[in-house]
């Protein structure tokens, strides 16, 4: 919503807090809540006459919580991985960092698959650039947690931006509706297990591969369930896998 001083009303993505804040209008900002503390990247609004339109509140707030899911169904599928093999429970973190932007990859590209059901195409564009903003702004909030002043947001926001290209670039050719089961569906499963087990350096561990495949596959249910909410508050991600 703008206003005549040139400023614009809009409400922190957090669900849990969802404060109106006035900030300036058609400015990229990086915005921090001063109620929950939480940062947020705001992009200027389409102007007008654009072929596609400013993203509506409704899917600001279904991206930033599918950004939640994302990161939630990423950090438990990678515990999840390492139990299936002993050589794998104490990876380097450089090592345990690839395999989580490994499960990024995928899980990018299978929300972007299910958005296209729900997403209107005038603001598809602008809510993936959303998600991708929403995963970078919530690791980074958890980053400068942990490590407090002077934390560097850089690597993070370049990593996660990487990983979201390279598995549109890797996933996208792959043809299949996520709505069905069929056997192109299954190869993208198996390209994306194989790559699994081979950045955790156990190429062709079965183990790896199958829990790798199931936790992709049923994290497709709990992003439909998001996506089809009234709210956008996302499902838990205990039960996808």
Known sequence: MNTADASEIVTCPNTECAQPL???????????CPTCQASFTRRPDKK????????????????????????????????????????????????????????????FNLADRVATFHVPINEYLQFLDAL?????????????????????????????????????????PYRFLVTEEGAEKERYLTAFSEAMAAVMGLKGNKAIMTAASMCASSSIGAFKGLMESVEGHPPSPSGHA
């Open 22 to 32: 006035r900030i300036p209008a058609g400015e990229f900002l990086q915005v921090t």
């Open 48 to 107: 007008a006459g654009s072929p596609a339109q400013a993203l509506s509140a409704e899917f600001q707030r279904k991206a930033w919580a599918l950004g939640e899911l994302i990161l939630a169904i990423a950090h438990e599928s990678v515990l999840l991985a390492k139990r299936q093999a002993p050589s794998a429970a104490n990876l380097p973190r450089k090592q345990e960092w690839e395999t989580f932007l490994e499960f990024l990859k995928v899980l």
């Open 132 to 172: 991708e903003d929403a995963v970078i702004d919530q690791m980074n909030n958890a980053f400068r947690k942990q490590q407090g002043p002077g934390y560097d947001e850089v690597p993070v926001k370049v990593s996660i931006a990487a990983a979201f290209d390279t598995g549109q670039k890797t996933y996208q």
